[in-house]
């Protein structure tokens, strides 16, 4: 596994929080049950994100991604309830970006209102319709991201610049492409 500088693994993390940050939230106080027992209880398990790290190994690879730098919970995004993430590297011996898969039970219509994304333009994915991101602080130019809607949530790919790479490509194309290929690996 690669060692990342603290710049970019700040700048890593702060996606993921925003990201994860536009989840919703439960109102009130809890409060403990009027009896205790030392039996334990089973809780039912509520619906899960699709998980990114499913999508085909022959897929990812073909959409130029590095399988052998698979990461799953980049950044701790399941950390985060009701968010799952796989991220990859560009296939390139010193690629100049990686590309994070991130789900969630959320919808797009949530992460738009997020302050930290500038909104693009809209995307035909296939049949579906997309949305390009870009960050809304220094990160602007360095990344892109596309999210779209699935019936049981949210997909976001989020391609980023590595450390102190230099762009080789136009981050948006790039993602695009990625999004494409990926598309119909995605939940419906």
Not at 90 to 95: C, L, P, R, Y
Not at 109 to 119: I, K, Q, T
Not at 136 to 144: N, V
Request: aromatic content about 6%; hydrophobic content about 35%.
């Amino acid at each position: 596994m690669r060692v990342m500088g603290g710049r970019r693994f700040a700048a890593v993390c702060a996606s993921a929080l925003v990201l994860a940050g536009c989840t919703g939230s439960t109102q009130g106080t809890p409060a403990a049950s009027e009896s205790s027992s030392p039996e334990s209880t089973t809780v039912a398990a509520g619906p899960e994100p699709f998980d990114p790290c499913t999508i085909p190994k022959s897929a990812v690879t073909a959409s130029g991604l590095d399988v052998s730098t698979e990461r799953p919970d980049f950044a701790g995004i399941t950390t985060h309830p009701g968010w799952k993430g796989c991220t990859w590297d560009g296939v390139a011996q010193k690629s100049w970006y990686y590309v994070a898969v991130l789900s969630s039970l959320e919808s797009i219509d949530e992460l738009l209102l997020s302050p930290s994304f500038v909104r693009g333009v809209d995307l035909k994915l296939s049949e579906r319709t997309a949305t390009q991101l870009r960050h809304a602080d220094e990160m602007q130019f360095l990344g892109c991201a596309v999210a779209l809607n699935t019936d049981d949530g949210l997909i976001v790919l989020d391609l980023q610049k590595k450390g102190s790479r230099d762009l080789e490509g136009e981050p948006c194309t790039e993602v695009n492409r990625h999004a494409a290929d990926l598309e119909p690996f995605f939940p419906t």
